[in-house]
């Protein structure tokens, strides 16, 4: 490996795929605030997945809906509250 580009911070991090409630420990340097305590009783930091292999159809060999409409429905609706939203509506 070369000297001086890769990071410093690896640590040991739980990733969970909440689509199917699946977690795995493995070693990483992304940035998360989140914490869970993982079945040996250590606090690791948790990075939270909505796909992963075991929920990915690919791996799975199962079709699965995801929900874009709703996210477009939830921000619209965030968005309408705004201070913006009220201004475009006046022009």
């Known amino acids: ?5 890769h990071p410093d911070n690896y640590r040991m991090v739980v990733f969970k795929d909440f689509s199917c409630d699946v977690s795995f420990v493995t070693r990483s340097c992304a940035p998360t605030k989140d914490s869970i305590v993982w079945e040996d009783g250590n606090e690791y930091p948790l990075i939270k997945l909505e796909i992963s292999s075991a929920s990915h159809p690919f791996f799975t060999g199962k079709m699965k809906f995801v929900d874009s409409a709703g996210r477009i429905d939830k921000f619209n609706k965030k968005f309408a509250n705004s201070r913006y939203a009220a201004r475009e509506q006046a022009e």
Not at 1 to 5: A, F, L
Request: charged share 40%; net charge positive.
């Open 1 to 5: 490996m070369k000297k001086g580009i």
